[in-house]
């Protein structure tokens, strides 16, 4: 299975501050990576599919990159709802695997 | 708007079954896979099984393979997942999602809690 290792496991920001989160795969995984954001007690929302693509409704502020095995979602100024967990899905091969989340806490 | 509404889940004894059904509406049912997704309580996510559109492909992860079942009923725009043999380690909130290559959009979740 594609393991998927997320940096860092908690991100400290301030409102306004631009967050970077690290997804790395095993193995190349193409573009195949998406991003989900969780806020305590929701479900997963997708954000970014297909490495850069935001999925409806998403706001400008999210943005992805990368290629392979190395990717990062950044959100230019964090907004107070943006506090929460996100995790990084890869869909290349069998099994999709996720990462094991990072979470953007209020400094 | 896409609803995706879980149920069937609650606390049953290692190696007992249950059900899960997902209810879904605001998009043709039929055209799009379905995925069951559960969350462990220490938080980390894990794709158990998926079904195509008109059910005749499943996969499932090693993990449940033999002991889950994917199933749906696409005249009752309805998804179920038969687990048997339940174990411990299957203790999670079970999530249904549509599939347009990702996992679209979530419901809001059913836990299944394995314990004596």
């Known amino acids: 299975d594609i393991v998927l290792t997320q940096s860092p496991a908690t991100l400290s920001l301030s409102p306004g501050e631009r967050a970077t989160l690290s997804c790395r795969a095993s193995q190349s995984v193409s573009n195949y990576l998406a991003w989900y954001q969780q806020k305590p007690g929701q479900a997963p929302r997708l954000l970014i599919y297909d490495v850069s693509n935001r999925a409806t409704g998403i706001p400008a502020r999210f943005s992805g990159s990368g290629s392979g095995t190395d990717f990062t979602l950044t959100i230019s100024s964090l907004e107070p709802e943006d506090f929460a967990v996100y995790y990084c899905?890869?869909?290349?091969?069998?099994?999709?695997?996720f990462g094991q989340g990072t979470k953007v806490e209020i400094k | 708007e896409v609803q995706l509404l879980e149920s069937g889940g609650g606390l049953v004894q290692p190696g007992g079954s249950l059900r899960l059904s997902c209810a879904a509406s605001g998009f043709i049912f039929s055209n799009y896979a379905m995925s069951w997704v559960r969350q462990f309580p220490g938080k980390g996510l894990e794709w158990v099984s998926t079904i195509g559109g008109r059910g005749g492909t499943t996969y499932y992860a090693d993990s449940v393979k033999d002991r889950f079942t994917i199933s749906r009923d696409n005249l009752k725009n309805t998804l179920f997942l038969q687990m048997n043999d339940l174990r411990g380690e299957d203790t999670a909130l079970y999530y249904c999602?549509?599939?347009?290559?990702?996992?679209?959009?979530w419901g809001q979740g059913t836990l299944v809690t394995v314990s004596s």
């Open positions: 999602t549509k599939v347009f290559a990702w996992n679209d959009h």
């Open positions: 899905q890869q869909r290349s091969n069998w099994p999709q695997t």
